[in-house]
């Protein structure tokens, strides 16, 4: 008789606990640092022969093909474990051309992702630039452009630099809003080249503020290599963006990295020195209300960093596994890890 009731409970409660639960899109979002992905030909019109490639003397297309396929292992890899697609929009940074993001999205690993491209050249004096990839299957572009990041030093002379690179579209049916940062690295020291970053941070409050006058609860994503913290002023005080995630208010920007900081996460080091100077950011109408997912809204926040991508032994253990080093191509990958992000909304029926 016990066995008869207790089977009973379980054929009732089966249908209950299937309807109850709830079906997710899930789409990821990532960023990452190519670390020097430059092909093998001198462009006359940039300084590239600075790039690690080019002082390579014997195998250089061999090399680059590798470094290519690195490359394009790691994002083939980016979001698998729940999403079971790469990402649907990637902003990269560190790339010289559009050739080079096409040669990366048409190795073994990507080309039946069918990703598109837009990129611009930027003025920077070496030709690194910043990019974007999306999954046509998943985004739609409806418009993109760059903004320039004007800036002098002491003696008035242009510091040319990176480009921020703003892509509009639907993701599915949603419109969103990516910016693409590389800001200004710390060379002559953090607090020696700080300005440069907060005005970089400053030309994103009107990138945000252009894209508000038409759509004032506008889902943004800010995404980059910011070569600063998430507790750093360009970010807590020219951004002023919010670690956690109830003081989010409308208008506001959500850094869910910053906690992930605090926690001791790192996408990169550097004189053993843990930084996390890559971050996806978001405005109030990404973040998910009550646990409201009616909408595509930010699930959670990662740093990708498999075994493979860090160094195993010697001076540098635990760094990431880059791809150049004094003495040329290491096998490895980049001295960035890649950052993603789960965006999520409940299925339609």
């Given at each position: 008789m016990k066995q008869l009731l207790t089977f009973l409970l379980v054929i009732f409660l089966i249908p209950n606990t299937l309807f109850s639960q709830?079906?997710?899109?899930i789409r990821t979002a990532a960023f990452y640092n190519l670390e020097n992905l430059f092909d093998t030909e001198n462009d006359t019109l940039i300084n590239d022969e600075a790039s690690p490639i080019m002082e390579i003397k014997e195998n250089r297309e061999v090399i680059y093909q590798q470094k290519v396929n690195n490359m394009a292992k790691v994002i083939s890899e980016i979001g698998l474990a729940e999403s079971n697609n790469s990402p649907v929009i990637l902003g990269v940074a560190e790339v010289e051309n559009r050739k080079v993001l096409e040669d990366l999205v048409q190795t073994d690993f990507l080309k039946d992702k069918n990703y598109s491209i837009i990129h611009y050249d930027s003025p920077d004096l070496r030709g690194i630039d910043v990019g974007f990839l999306y999954q046509p299957a998943f985004f739609k572009p409806t418009h993109h452009e760059t903004f320039e990041l004007r800036l002098w030093d002491e003696k008035s002379i242009r510091i040319y630099t990176r480009d921020q690179l703003l892509v509009s579209g639907y993701l599915n049916d949603e419109l969103v809003h990516i910016i693409v940062n590389h800001w200004p690295s710390r060379r002559g020291g953090e607090e020696a080249s700080r300005n440069k970053r907060e005005k970089a941070a400053y030309l994103n409050t009107q990138i945000i503020e252009k894209i508000r006058e038409n759509e004032p609860n506008a889902k943004i994503i800010i995404m980059g290599d910011f070569n600063d913290d998430p507790t750093n002023a360009s970010l807590k005080q020219v951004l002023k963006t919010k670690a956690s995630k109830t003081?989010?208010?409308?208008?506001?920007?959500?850094?869910?990295?910053?906690?992930?900081?605090?926690?001791?996460q790192n996408t990169?080091?550097?004189?053993?020195?843990l930084n996390l100077f890559d971050q996806i950011l978001i405005t109030?109408?990404?973040?998910?209300?009550?646990?409201?997912?009616?909408?595509?809204?930010?699930y959670k926040t990662m740093v990708f960093n498999p075994n493979y991508l860090t160094t195993q032994t010697g001076n540098y253990k635990g760094y990431p596994f880059r791809s150049f080093s004094r003495t040329g191509f290491t096998g490895g990958y980049s001295d960035h890890y890649p950052i993603y992000m789960y965006l999520i909304r409940e299925k339609k029926d």
């Open positions: 709830k079906k997710y899109e003081a989010v208010l409308e208008g506001d920007i959500y850094n869910p990295t910053e906690e992930m900081f605090k926690q001791g990169l080091a550097y004189r053993d020195n109030a109408s990404l973040v998910a209300k009550k646990n409201d997912y009616s909408t595509f809204k930010m």
